[in-house]
Structures are given as C-alpha cells and as structure tokens.
C-alpha cells in the first residue's frame, strides 16, 4: 500500500519534469513582430507622443487630435498577429521576395489560425521593420471578423518608432448587419 501511495505522488512529479528543453530553446522561425511592438508600447507610453486619430464605424466618422493614448490597447490587434510562437512553428509558408522582405502565409492544413498572412518589410540599415502587414480572419457559426493591418515606423531623432497604423475590416454576427470599421492614426 505505501509502494502505491508513493508511486502516486511521484508520478505526477516526475511527468511534469519532461520538457524537451531543445524546443524551448530553437530559435525563432518567423520575425518576432511582438518584441518589436512591444518595445514601441513602451516607447510610446513614455513619450507620449501627439497622434492624429479618425475612427470610422459603417459611415460614422470622427476625427481627433490627442496625447493621451493606452498603447497597449491601441496596438494590440498588431501583437495578436505576432506569429512566432512554438506552436505555430511550422504553420506558415515563408517566402523572402528579397533580402529585406519576410512573407508568411498560413498553409492550407491550418485554417483554423487566426493570422492568414504577415508581412514584414525591414530596413536595410537598421533591420528595423519599416512596414508591418496582417490579415486576421476568425469564423464560426455564430461571428466572422476579419481584419486588415498595417504599421509603419521608421528613425526619429530619438530612435526607431512607429510613425503611422491603419486597421480597417468588419465584424458580422449571425443574425445582425455587418460592422464595418477603420481606423488610421498618425503619430507626431
């Protein structure tokens, strides 16, 4: 009886153990567009930047000049298009067009992903992304979204920054109109 309770309570200890410390350990496959973004979150909340902002909702348009932004939130569709995770590591097709350019479409067998394409153009200095592209699509019976984006950055005299975004696309629920949106910010 003792040799089972025993056995029961190092079990669990020992299977938790197994991690292949090789995979946690590859490098990256795809470029880490959300380290990048989520240096510019920091960056932007620090400095606080004037931003040029016009939100567009089906045909409602508003338009806004402000200082005061949560970067977090503001950025975050371009974090959830950061595709390099361990999971997706052989998920997306990678085509280089040329030195400076990184395409990632997602593979037929994977269509239940979020991010269908990624597109990262970097400078040839800095190996700084210039312009950041993304189609997001979700669908199920009951909403279909997609989702266009883009980021552009580029030097400051402070350094590298995001400079302009755009975000356009639309949300439909079953049983509701579509929602169209857009929105396109330019950062002082």
């Known amino acids: 009886m003792r040799i089972v309770f025993c056995l029961c309570l190092l079990l669990p200890l020992l299977f938790s153990g ?11 496959v795809y470029y880490d567009v959300g380290g990048f973004v989520n240096r510019q ?6 400095r606080k930047p004037l931003v040029q902002k016009a939100v567009q909702i089906n045909r409602e348009r508003s338009q806004q000049t402000v200082r005061t932004i ?7 569709l371009f974090l959830q298009a950061d595709i390099n995770k361990p999971a997706l590591r052989s998920s997306y097709n990678i085509a280089r067009p040329d030195s400076l350019t990184y395409r990632y479409t ?9 991010v269908r394409s990624l597109l ?18 979700t669908s ?3 909403y279909a979204s997609e989702r266009h984006l883009l980021l552009e950055s580029g030097p400051t005299r402070t350094g590298w920054q995001v400079n302009h975004y755009k975000l ?9 109109d579509k929602n169209e949106f857009a929105v396109e910010a330019r950062i002082q």
């Open 140 to 142: 199920n019976p009951l």
């Open 41 to 46: 979150i920091t960056d932007l909340s620090a």
């Open 106 to 114: 997602l593979k037929n067998s994977e269509e239940r992903l979020t």
């Open 120 to 137: 990262v153009k970097v400078d040839s200095v800095t190996r700084q992304p210039r312009r950041i592209e993304a189609v997001l699509q």
């Open 70 to 76: 949560n970067w977090q939130r503001e950025l975050e």
């Open 168 to 176: 356009y696309g639309f949300q439909k629920l079953s049983f509701f």
């Open 18 to 28: 197994c991690n292949n410390p090789a995979q946690s350990d590859l490098p990256p």
